[in-house]
């Protein structure tokens, strides 16, 4: 008998039909004698939608109320799982993220969890009753609702995982498992038997929205033993290991991110303070940042470019054009038509020429690359978006990804 988290996600509970077939599979779990603990997403959709009412009736973000208003999507699906539960027979009971004391520090729309209270969960578990518990929502150290992010709820489930000492946390979800590439998007990618929590964390911060990159900083550092699984279908998924010492393969996944812009200063003066002066007041927006590259010309100017999600572009340039004034720089420009593409693995670090295979992969293909950045384990490009999915398949194939390919590896 062991203790097991699982976590349903957006499209698992999507309508009432889900939410009986979630139950029914819940209840084969705790036949088998497990102790299992719920997380459950608001229904698919609903959290957009919620964004979105609250967007309509105020042109500011107020961010403490929106939280109240987001946790609410989670709040239906917690009740109606539970209740489908309890129809069948089975024990159940449902928690608000506060009423397990899942509490996270302030920052609204994007809190992070710091203690989670194990007590009312051990006693339910103790007697046999499954607690349901609201992902991707806490409480602050004033009472305070808060929400960790868009894909939250895999956060939470990992944390109530931790707490529990669970033997295995599973993101039961709309996939069987994680795939070299969003099978959604690259028809041949293949499931992988595992991945480690480095890459995971790698592809998921780089855009693959299976696992939040939250969940998976913090599966990796409490050791929690993280699965990821259909909802739908019975198969072992992809299990997120701590690294073996088994044959690497070079590149094992890639990751693309849509929805990306870019921003060009020109002509600014070469001179020390320059990349603060820019990048300080996006910084204090707060708009994030991810490549930055700087041109130095031979006369004594140089061209800023930095890239920010496209969400941000507008915003970051209406902010950039009085320091464009004060700096002198010649022009400020920008495209919010870019996308990145990344590819990442451990078994770079044993292999010299991973950039170049890339790299004339993309140029057989008449792919220009705008920007490049590198790590240790990965390489991202950033290319024109409508090449974005051109570069994700020639990436896929050039490094043996797809179905066939790379008998025998995990
Ligand atoms: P949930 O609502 O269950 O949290 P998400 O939509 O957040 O589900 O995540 C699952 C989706 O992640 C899949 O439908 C798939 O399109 C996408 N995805 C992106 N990259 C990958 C990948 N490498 N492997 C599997 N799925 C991926
Ligand atoms: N409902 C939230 C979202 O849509 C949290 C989650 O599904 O993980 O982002
Ligand atoms: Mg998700």
Do not use: W
């Amino acid at each position: 008998m062991g203790t097991v988290v699982h976590k349903y996600g957006g499209t698992s509970v999507g309508s009432t039909e889900r939410i009986k077939a979630v139950a029914d599979r819940v209840v084969r779990q705790c036949a088998n004698g497990d102790r299992v603990a719920v997380v459950v997403s608001a229904m698919g959709g609903e959290t957009d939608r919620l964004t979105a009412l609250g967007r309509d009736v105020a042109d500011r973000s107020i961010p403490r109320e929106m939280d109240v208003l987001l946790a609410s999507g989670e709040q239906v699906t917690i009740a109606l799982l539970s209740m489908a539960l309890i129809q069948r027979g089975q024990r159940a009971r449902s928690y608000l993220g506060g009423q397990v004391h899942i509490r996270t520090n302030d920052h609204h729309g994007r809190a992070r969890i710091e203690e989670v209270s194990t007590e009312r969960l051990h006693k339910d578990l103790d007697q046999g009753i499954v607690p349901v518990i609201a992902g991707f929502q806490g409480i602050d150290e004033s009472g305070n609702v808060t929400t960790l992010g868009r894909g939250g709820s895999d956060t939470t489930a990992v944390a109530i995982a931790a707490a529990l000492e669970a033997d295995e946390c599973q993101i039961c979800t709309d996939v069987d498992g994680v795939y070299t590439a969003d099978p959604r998007v690259v028809e041949d990618a293949r499931r992988l038997d595992q991945v480690t929590f480095e890459e995971m964390l790698e592809l998921a911060s780089l855009g693959s929205k299976v696992l939040a990159s939250r969940s998976v900083e913090f599966a990796g550092k409490y050791r929690v033993p993280l699965r990821v699984l259909s909802t739908f279908e019975d198969g072992p998924g992809t299990l997120i290991t701590v690294e073996t010492n088994m044959e690497q393969p070079v590149v094992s996944g890639i990751a693309h991110t849509p929805d990306e812009a870019k921003i060009t200063m020109a002509g600014v003066p070469d001179v020390p303070g320059v990349a603060s002066r820019i990048l300080g007041p996006i910084g204090r927006a707060p708009i994030e940042v991810d490549m930055i590259v700087q041109n130095t010309g031979g006369d004594g100017l140089t061209d800023f470019t930095f890239t920010v999600k496209r969400d941000d572009y507008e915003r970051a340039l209406e902010i950039l054009e009085p320091v464009r004034l004060d700096l002198g720089a010649r022009e400020l420009s920008g495209d919010n038509k870019i996308a990145k593409v990344s590819v990442v693995g451990v078994g770079m670090r044993s292999h010299a020429g991973v950039a170049t295979r890339l790299f004339d992969a993309l140029a057989a293909e008449n792919i220009n690359i705008q920007m490049i950045s590198t790590s240790e384990i990965k390489i991202s490009v950033v290319v024109a978006e409508r090449y974005m999915e051109l570069a994700l398949r020639c990436a896929h194939t050039e490094f043996g990804l797809g179905e066939g390919a790379g008998e025998g590896r995990t």
